[in-house]
């Protein structure tokens, strides 16, 4: 357990920033921006490629000023550097905490436990590399000797969401004679349309999972060997049509995979914290090694700038004070990610396991029940689709929700009108939300006098703009570690640990007391609660149906 920290609380800067948003609580983003013409200009901040425009939030420069102070009374700098050189900081399981090591460059020095981690960090690299090279050249052949065509990545929660946003992401950097295909859930469906139209003599299956006992990975790498034994027949088609990335060579042996064909990874990498790991290495065959190489510098640059820049102009800094303030000063419950670049689309789904895996605490790490909320529900669509759907609530509800908003000066595919239609939309909606439409604006329109209050808009809706030139594989790397560096902020100051993920315990232990129940020739003895009781009832008649 870690020595009693001061409750954040009880910190002086924390009772100033109660203080001083109580007293900024009526105070608008008009008239934030009437009082300072230059606040569009001033507020803002940049990191690599990544301009932030932070200006159409409810702050003023002493909210920054405060959350400053509150970064230096909660030792944020220290907790910083204790992540980047290897500290046991993840407490309740006892490990380092190390991602920013798998993208150090390769004279890098971290230790742990004595030994410096780096060079087993490129020697991984360099073997995914060749490997990715002999998919993408045609020289790894299937058993029967055909060129493998498709790609199936075989993970749930990091080992399937960071793979298959990058791959989303960056599809337009990616080998287009290659099919990529990702399965994670348990239920079947997911594996039979991923595979309905595949030939298993030209499909390689990567089974990612750094535990490899994970249940629904483990049931559809079986489903996924029986699919492709039944076509090849001999169990030596095994070692060409499965590779793994894994943390366990023991029960990767187990399943039959040579280890010769594993990747590995270390404990020290979270799996929420692992697409830039051999975790990514479905990504690194789509892209190849330069790009996947060009994705960790990108990473590396944003840890860089988060270790070194001040926080007035730190963006991960930034983006998670901002976030606080929110959650813990305006009542807001969740924040909407929105991404204007249908590449990203996957993006919201990555980021709710990276922030809410993370940041879903409610003990402090020093074993007391928080007194303030924690971590923010995270969702979103891209834009412009969401505008069609949810952006009513957003615009006129009665919840605030910041809203993070991500665009690209250039687009990948450059199609007459589109890029200047789609990039209008996100100026107009960011300003739309800022500063509404007030009932005399209405009224001057003509709008009947009853109509007025529906057509009105309140604004003071605040939003975060993300802005980049372009997006490739570094402005990934940067996005990426952009928000992983902010939910570690919000770690901090809130006191939890975010590497840990005890909440998800529970329920699998209970599925897999339950799965005989569900499958057991004669009547089972239930001893859950009644209603959970008469469920597993119910679902054993119908099914028998
Ligand atoms: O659901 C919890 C979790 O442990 C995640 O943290 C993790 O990303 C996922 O399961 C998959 O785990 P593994 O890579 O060990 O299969």
Same mark, same amino acid.
């Given at each position: ?10 910190l002086?800067?924390?009772?100033d920033l109660?203080?001083?948003? !109580?007293?900024?609580q009526?105070?608008?983003?008009r008239?934030?921006?009437? &009082?300072?013409? =230059? ?16 200006s ?7 909210t920054?000023?405060i959350? !400053?102070? +509150?970064?230096?009374?909660?030792? +944020? ?44 960090v ?20 299937g ?10 990545? $075989?993970?749930?929660?990091?080992s399937d969401?960071g ?6 992401a960056?599809?337009?950097y ?23 139209? +595949?030939?298993?003599?030209e ?5 990612a ?7 629904e ?10 699919w492709?034994?039944?076509?090849? &027949?001999? &169990? ?10 894994? =943390? ?6 187990k ?5 010769a064909?594993m ?9 929420r914290?692992?697409?830039?790991s051999?975790?990514? +290495? ?13 994705? *960790? !510098?990108?990473?590396? =640059? ?5 270790r070194t ?14 976030g606080?303030w ?38 402090t790490?020093?074993?007391?029940h928080?007194?303030?909320? =924690? ?5 979103g ?9 949810f ?13 993070d908003i991500?665009?690209?000066a ?10 200047d239609?789609?990039?209008?939309n ?5 300003? !739309? ?10 009224r ?21 703009t ?29 006191? $939890?640990?975010?590497?840990d ?9 209970l599925?897999?007391q ?13 001893n ?6 008469t *469920? ?5 008649? *119908?099914?028998?149906?």
């Amino acid at each position: 357990m870690s020595a009693t920290l001061t409750p954040l609380t009880d910190l002086p800067a924390w009772k100033d920033l109660s203080a001083h948003a !109580a007293a900024l609580q009526s105070t608008t983003l008009r008239d934030l921006f009437a &009082q300072d013409p =230059t606040r569009g200009t001033r507020l803002h901040a940049t990191a690599g490629d990544l301009y932030l425009d932070y200006s159409k939030h409810r702050i003023t420069d002493e909210t920054l000023a405060i959350f !400053a102070q +509150l970064a230096e009374q909660s030792n +944020l700098r220290a907790s910083t550097e204790a992540m980047f050189t290897g500290q046991k900081i993840n407490i309740t399981e006892g490990r380092a905490v190390l991602h920013t090591a798998l993208r150090a460059p390769a004279d890098s020095v971290v230790l742990v436990d004595g030994e410096n981690v780096i060079p087993g960090v490129h020697a991984v690299l360099d073997k995914m590399a060749a490997f990715a090279d002999s998919i993408r050249s045609g020289t790894w052949l299937g058993y029967t000797g055909k060129r493998i065509r498709n790609i199936v990545n $075989i993970g749930i929660g990091g080992s399937d969401l960071g793979p298959v946003m990058a791959y989303e992401a960056l599809k337009h950097y990616s080998q287009r004679d290659l099919t990529f295909r990702f399965v994670s859930n348990v239920d079947g469906t997911d594996f039979a349309e991923a595979v309905h139209d +595949l030939d298993p003599e030209e499909t390689l299956f990567i089974v990612a999972s750094k535990t490899f006992t994970t249940l629904e990975t483990m049931a559809n790498a079986h489903t996924a060997r029986v699919w492709s034994l039944a076509k090849l &027949q001999h &169990q030596a088609a095994v070692a060409r049509h499965f590779v793994a990335v894994s =943390t366990n060579a023991g029960e990767v042996a187990k399943f039959g995979i040579d280890t010769a064909n594993m990747f590995g990874f270390w404990d020290w990498v979270g799996g929420r914290y692992s697409m830039d790991s051999a975790i990514g +290495l479905s990504t690194m065959v789509a892209l190849g090694p330069d790009n996947f190489r060009k994705m *960790l !510098a990108g990473f590396h =640059t944003m840890d860089v700038h988060f270790r070194t820049a001040p926080w007035g102009q730190n963006l991960p800094f930034l983006m998670g004070a901002l976030g606080l303030w929110y959650t813990n000063f305006f009542g807001a419950e969740t924040v909407a990610v929105l991404p204007y670049d249908q590449y990203l689309k996957r993006f919201p789904a990555y980021l709710q396991q990276l922030t809410m895996e993370s940041n879903g605490k409610h003990i402090t790490i020093d074993g007391r029940h928080v007194t303030y909320n =924690t971590g923010a529900i995270f969702w979103g669509e891209p834009g412009t689709n969401g505008q069609h759907s949810f952006y009513q609530l957003i615009h006129q509800g009665t919840r605030l929700i910041p809203c993070d908003i991500i665009a690209f000066a250039q687009s990948l595919n450059p199609l007459g009108q589109h890029h200047d239609l789609l990039m209008s939309n996100v100026f107009a909606q960011a300003e !739309a939300l800022a500063f509404g439409k007030t009932a005399d604006q209405v009224r001057a329109e003509g709008t009947p006098e009853w109509l007025i209050p529906h057509r009105t808009f309140e604004g003071n809706r605040p939003t975060s703009t993300i802005l980049a030139e372009k997006m490739t594989p570094e402005v990934l790397g940067q996005l990426v570690a952009l928000y992983e560096h902010a939910t570690f902020v919000q770690g901090i100051l809130w006191q $939890i640990d975010s590497f840990d993920q005890w909440g998800v315990e529970l329920g699998k232990k209970l599925a897999v007391q339950i799965i005989p129940e569900l499958e057991s020739a004669t009547e089972p003895t239930l001893n859950h609660d009644s209603s959970t009781n008469t *469920l597993i009832r119910r679902y054993r008649a *119908l099914k028998r149906k």
